[in-house]
């Protein structure tokens, strides 16, 4: 194989410019060796260049190193946004099929009773009861005990007390339920047996709202009532007031935002709720925009807290941020502003656009030392 004359020097090139850089960093170490008393390495052009090859080297030497240091740091805190993300996903998906499937165990509980009263043979007799259907223990106010008068001149008293909390009652004249009086017969008849009647168990001088409703009413909404019991529980239902929707055979609370003396209540009251009542994400989840009930006073507080639950929000997406870092930004730096001695003067500087509070807010947190 031919070799051109012109490889003997590309060969001689590169010797060259390996010895000056091998010599450059000699030159840093050790500076006194007889060979840097020789042209070209006791040039002041070569001395720069030995400079700053030893300077870039030890740069990127620093940056490898500290690469290395903070690598397990830095995929920790990868992993960690990873599994969170997962985890809020999972919790989403399996509360939405646990509701899913509360939903359909209400439907077929209620389909059931209804294909009951359907195939219950139709006879009619001489035993037959006008019954009134008592609403479930959530919707029936106290009642005096009632009498039942049957045939044979004998009275039984009933002793019907059931206390309800006020958040509870229903206005007369709002109540959703009637009394519908119907005829049941009995499954099994004695010879001789008298006939039974339950005219009236409410007293017709009582001025409580009708405590009785039609059975088919009466199923669907024990059904629904129930339903919500597994999912928020008895005593956090029955700190609000109900009302029932016959076109869509389900209850809609009734809310008024409560009082608020920190900026973080708002917080809490949209997360896990105050004062027992339900939290305003269960009712945005449960009941979407129809528990405010079109309401202009409720609308225009919802505009203004919601800037704050969403301000918080995205305080604790910030890199290094959670929410416990979130809550403590705002309590140690507005709650304790006298600028902002009440919380709506806070809601109204987030809100306003001339001011800028929301950028400013979000710029004081960069500095905040956590």
Not at 2 to 22: A, E, F, T, V
Request: charged share 20%; glycine share 4%; proline share 6%.
């Amino acid at each position: 194989m031919n070799y051109s004359p012109h490889w003997g020097h590309y060969i001689g090139s590169l010797k060259w410019i390996l010895l000056l850089q091998d010599c450059a960093l000699l030159h840093t170490k050790y500076p006194q060796l007889p060979l840097f008393s020789y042209l070209p390495f006791n040039s002041a052009t070569f001395r720069e260049f030995a400079a700053a090859s030893a300077a870039r080297i030890s740069d990127v030497e620093t940056s490898g190193h500290l690469a290395v240091k903070n690598l397990l740091q830095t995929l920790v805190r990868s992993f960690q946004g990873a599994v969170s993300s997962l985890t809020m996903a999972q919790h989403a998906a399996r509360d939405e099929l646990r509701a899913q499937m509360l939903s359909l165990e209400a439907q077929i509980q209620a389909l059931a009773l209804r294909i009951n009263d359907v195939d219950r043979p139709q006879r009619r007799s001489r035993d037959t009861v006008n019954l009134v259907l008592l609403i479930p223990p959530p919707f029936l106010p106290s009642l005096a005990p009632a009498i039942v008068h049957i045939s044979n001149e004998t009275s039984v008293r009933l002793g019907i007390a059931t206390t309800i909390e006020d958040g509870m009652y229903i206005p007369p004249d709002q109540s959703p339920f009637q009394t519908h009086p119907f005829s049941a017969s009995t499954e099994q008849h004695a010879p001789g047996s008298t006939s039974l009647s339950m005219a009236s168990v409410i007293s017709p001088s009582s001025s409580t709202p009708s405590a009785s409703q039609p059975a088919s009413s009466s199923v669907e909404q024990t059904a629904a009532w129930n339903l919500l019991s597994l999912r928020y529980t008895d005593a956090r239902l029955r700190r609000h007031t109900w009302d029932w929707i016959e076109a869509m055979n389900s209850f809609l609370p009734k809310y008024d935002f409560q009082p608020v003396k920190k900026i973080t209540d708002i917080w809490t009251e949209w997360a896990t709720g105050l004062n027992g009542f339900l939290s305003i994400r269960e009712l945005e989840e449960g009941w979407n925009s129809r528990w405010k009930r079109d309401s202009r006073k409720i609308k225009s507080e919802w505009s203004r807290r919601s800037k704050v639950i969403k301000l918080i929000e995205g305080l604790q997406k910030k890199p290094n941020w959670n929410l416990e870092l979130a809550l403590r930004f705002i309590r140690e730096t507005y709650e304790m502003d006298r600028q902002f001695n009440t919380v709506r003067k806070f809601c109204d500087y987030i809100q306003s656009s001339k001011t800028g509070g929301l950028d400013a807010v979000f710029t004081k947190s960069c500095t905040f030392v956590n």
